[in-house]
């Protein structure tokens, strides 16, 4: 059955031949139109067509008859051509291919018994050159064993190169036959053992073991009664055999002898004479001798005996292919075990032993000339010993150098178990003087500058004198005054570190007086305001011990006020009386001290010279004592550039540079290796980060005066720059202690959650909580930094901490939105509780506190204790009497809604405010 065509596909035309349509017709019918009739009508056109292309074919053809019978005629003569050679092709195959009478087979044949003559010729040939060569093979064979069985080991050699090279020439057919297989095999076995005759004849020829070399001039062959001499047994051996036993010669005699010689006292002893079987010999022997006042340059007599010895008896007998690589390959063991295990080890630590070293380094460089480049042919260009002589001098120093940085890792990595050292300086008196007013166009300056005034005292000498602190630190060891005497040119022996004044064995903290304190604080506040005042008096540890005891401090007076709400006349009554103060008058307008009742009086440490001079106190750790390594590498590397008569030629090239360089790379070596090693420990530490710092800058001062010295501009250079990455460090790792205290702090009041409800009373014990734990957090790290940092780090350092914490609380209490009247005398009453931080600040008890100097937020923290208890009236008087001028307005005015209701009184108190500070004429008498 046809496969349909899809609709979709185009249909081919309808073709024009009738049976084409006819064809079409048939195909279209279906069963119901198809009847005798309609085939009937097909049958008919199909008789027509066919009669239609009779007539065409017939008038084609007699339209042009004449070529048409050209044509046929044509064809009729080909066919008959083609039946002709049809038969003459059948009649040439028979002739050629017949069985019997075919040229093919007759060939064929032919060349058969052609082929099979020319193989039984080849076949005969081939015969005849194999038995001829086998026969040549045999007779060598005969020859080699003859040779082999009389014990003439070298001929025997030479025969098997002749058999060798028959065997390796044999036909192709003889090789792969049974009996060249069998021949060779014999040739193998006989050859191996007439090798093994040769290596049994050369082992007991040379002889080499732990303690003798033994060479037999002649030996006799086992088994038979030949004498060889050695030369010819080592000529007769095979190239691979010779290159093993040359191995493992060389491997004991460098084991053995060269450099067990050149590590080991010996004795070498040389014997000439025969054995038990009357065989000559020739004996080296070692023993060992006691390593007691030991002649080092015995040694290298040991190692030319011995060399001697093998060129007058060994190296004669070598095969002259042999003799040049063996001896070179003695060269890098010899030059190697003379440098790197008899001089390199003997390289002396001390200045004193070199000149003995040094002959002996010419010694070896003459035994290097003679038989390294002399005997074993070493290139003259390649000469390992000789450049390290010519170099010995910088070797010596980095071998000093190596000790020397050991010997500061060593002192670095030293557990101390938390031992200090506590260094005195000279420094300057600090004395107590009022602060003077600084330039402030907002006060009236200009006005008072135009009238003519002029203050009390000078305005540079009354400032807070913080630039004369720095000044002093920079030289806070006094290192100048040693810069400034004469230094000898040549130290023999490195100057002794300097005397620590006392070794810190027992807790520092003891001499301050707070084991008390190291109890709960109670939550009271008029209990911790207690203890602030029984804190005051502190047993100074910076004071000279054979000053004369000082009397018992005063009680301070209160310093806050009480917590009941105050009122103007009070504090109108306290201005009444600092108008009768004298010294009242000379306080600066400026400055924020002079305002209320409840701070101290600001101070300004002053510096003033005492006539004996005071001691100020830096503990370092025991691990400073690099900086004696260091000046001990310094002498020794200047005594040793001083040096005349030791070193000559090339030695003087530079000398005692390296030395000198290793005294900074000391320094860097403490700075890279102490906070690796022991960075946990300062971490958790605040004591030992601060004594880690004092220690950089103790070494940073240290290498600023040895900067000073005069010595090579590079080394001077490296040890300024040293100076200052110490000073970076020490720098560094004091900030960041004191920025870790301050993170603590600052989680310490997280716990207050802003001081919010303070009015309830879990809040408020939250709160207390929080507190009395920054305060103790804050005595507790006073108490440690104390005992270890001097009195211009301690106080900055320690108030930066308490700044810290009241600016905490002074941004969370100035947030606060809105503050009842019993959260008002709750929060003073928990800022009254950090007053007790003032007396961390005094260092006399007949002196004011310095807390106003180094918290900046003392005065202002005070004041907002005394606002949230005060009445609007005395808040009011506070502003117009310039005592409030550490608030911002909008912090005052942002207060002042907090605590008051909204009242006439209220607004106008704060349109007061919002005018800004109040300008103050000079002169003023203002709160003390």
């Not at 202002?860 to 608030?887: C, P, Q």
Request: charged fraction near 25%; glycine fraction near 4%; proline fraction near 7%.
């Amino acid at each position: 059955m046809a496969f349909p065509v899809p609709s979709h596909l185009p249909r081919k035309g309808i073709p024009y031949d009738i049976s084409s349509q006819i064809l079409s017709k048939v195909s279209s019918a279906t069963s119901k139109s198809l009847n005798a009739d309609l085939a009937s009508s097909w049958i008919g056109e199909l008789d027509e067509t066919i009669l239609q292309t009779k007539s065409r074919i017939h008038e084609r053809l007699h339209a042009d008859l004449p070529a048409f019978e050209r044509q046929l005629s044509t064809s009729r003569s080909i066919q008959n051509r083609l039946h002709t050679l049809t038969e003459n092709v059948e009649i040439l195959t028979d002739a050629v291919s017949h069985p019997e009478s075919g040229l093919i087979p007759k060939l064929l044949h032919a060349l058969s018994e052609h082929s099979s003559l020319v193989q039984f010729t080849l076949d005969a040939e081939v015969t005849h050159e194999s038995l001829s060569h086998l026969l040549k093979c045999r007779t060598h064979f005969n020859d080699l064993d003859g040779l082999f069985k009389e014990g003439k080991l070298p001929e025997a050699v030479r025969a098997c190169c002749d058999l060798e090279k028959a065997l390796g020439e044999a036909p192709e057919a003889l090789s792969r036959s049974e009996v060249m297989l069998e021949l060779k095999r014999q040739f193998r076995a006989t050859k191996d053992r007439a090798e093994e005759q040769l290596s049994d004849a050369l082992s007991r020829s040379v002889v080499i073991s732990a303690r003798e070399i033994v060479i037999r001039p002649s030996v006799q062959v086992r088994q038979s009664s030949t004498i060889l001499t050695l030369p010819s047994v080592l000529s007769s051996l095979s190239v691979a055999s010779l290159s093993n036993h040359l191995t493992t010669l060389r491997r004991d005699l460098t084991a053995h002898y060269i450099e067990y010689i050149v590590t080991q006292p010996a004795t070498v002893s040389l014997t000439s004479g025969k054995d038990i079987t009357g065989t000559p010999e020739h004996r080296l022997s070692v023993f060992p001798s006691p390593p007691n006042n030991e002649d080092r340059a015995q040694r290298l007599t040991n190692i030319a005996l011995i060399f001697d010895f093998l060129d007058a008896h060994f190296f004669p007998a070598l095969p002259h292919l042999s003799v040049g690589s063996f001896k070179r390959s003695l060269c890098k063991p010899l030059s190697t075990a003379l440098l790197n295990r008899f001089l390199v080890p003997l390289l002396p630590s001390s200045l004193i032993a070199l000149p003995d070293f040094l002959a002996l380094v010419r010694q070896t460089v003459e035994v290097e000339e003679k038989y390294v480049v002399g005997m074993l042919n070493q290139d003259v260009r390649d000469r390992e010993v000789k450049v390290w002589a010519d170099g010995v001098a910088t070797h010596y120093e980095r071998k000093r150098r190596v000790d020397i940085l050991e010997e500061a890792r060593q002192i670095v990595v030293r557990d101390d178990e938390g031992r200090k050292i506590s260094i005195e300086v000279i420094v300057e008196e600090i004395v107590m003087d009022l602060p003077q007013p600084e330039e402030d166009g907002t006060w009236g300056f200009e006005a008072e500058s135009k009238s003519g005034e002029q203050p009390s005292t000078n305005m540079e000498e009354d400032r807070w004198g913080f630039d004369e602190d720095n000044a002093e630190e920079q030289d806070g060891w006094g290192f100048d005054d040693e810069a400034a005497e004469p230094k000898p040119e040549t130290q023999h022996s490195p100057p002794p570190p300097p005397e620590p004044a006392q070794v810190e064995d027992e807790d520092p903290s003891d001499a301050w007086g707070w084991n008390e304190e190291d109890e709960t604080n109670d939550h009271d506040g008029a209990a911790t305001s207690s203890d602030a005042d029984n804190n005051a008096v502190w047993d100074d540890p910076w004071a000279d011990e054979d000053s004369p005891p000082e009397p018992p401090a005063k009680p301070s007076p209160q310093s806050f006020a009480s917590a009941a709400p105050k009122r103007a006349t009070r504090l109108e009554k306290l201005a009444n009386k600092g108008k009768n103060n004298p010294a009242a008058q000379q306080l600066s307008i400026i400055s924020p001290a002079l305002v209320g009742p409840p701070p101290p009086t600001p101070i300004n440490p002053k510096k003033q010279a005492k006539n004996e001079g005071d001691r100020d106190i830096r503990n370092i750790s025991p691990r400073a004592d690099v900086a004696s390594a260091v000046e001990a590498a310094l002498s020794e590397g200047e005594e040793f550039a001083s040096a005349h008569g030791i070193f000559d030629g090339p030695m003087l090239r530079q000398r005692g540079l390296v030395l000198l360089q290793s005294a900074p790379s000391v320094f860097d070596l403490f700075r890279a290796l102490y906070p690796v090693k022991f960075g946990r420990g300062l971490l958790n530490s605040a004591e030992r980060s601060m004594v880690f710092a004092n220690d950089c800058t103790y070494l940073s001062e240290y290498a600023a005066r040895l900067a000073r010295g005069e010595r090579e501009r590079d080394v001077n250079n490296k040890l300024v720059e040293v100076s200052e990455r110490l000073e970076i460090l020490g720098d560094s790792w004091r900030e960041d202690s004191i920025d870790r205290q301050k993170l603590v702090i600052v989680k310490l009041l997280a716990d207050a959650e802003g001081f919010m409800g303070t009015a309830d009373q879990n809040q408020f014990d939250e709160c207390e909580g929080a507190i009395t734990s920054v305060l103790g957090q804050i005595r507790n790290v006073a108490k440690q930094w104390k005992g270890v940092m001097r009195k211009s780090a301690y106080f900055p350092a320690v108030g930066s901490l308490v700044d810290a914490a009241l600016e905490a609380i002074l941004d969370s209490i100035l947030a606060l939105p809105d503050i009842t009247e019993v959260e008002s005398h709750r929060l003073s009453e928990l800022c009254r509780i950090l007053s007790a931080l003032e007396g961390i600040f005094m260092e006399d008890p007949d002196q004011p506190s310095l807390v106003v100097a180094y918290v900046p937020s003392w005065l202002k923290f005070s004041y907002l204790s005394e606002i949230l208890e005060a009445s609007l009236a005395d808040v009011s008087y506070l502003f117009e009497e310039g005592a409030l001028v550490d608030f911002e307005v909008h912090e005052l005015v942002k207060l002042v809604r907090a605590l008051f209701a909204d009242t006439p009184h209220r607004s106008s108190t704060i349109n007061k405010l919002m005018a800004g500070h109040p300008q103050i004429p000079a002169g003023h008498p203002q709160i003390p």
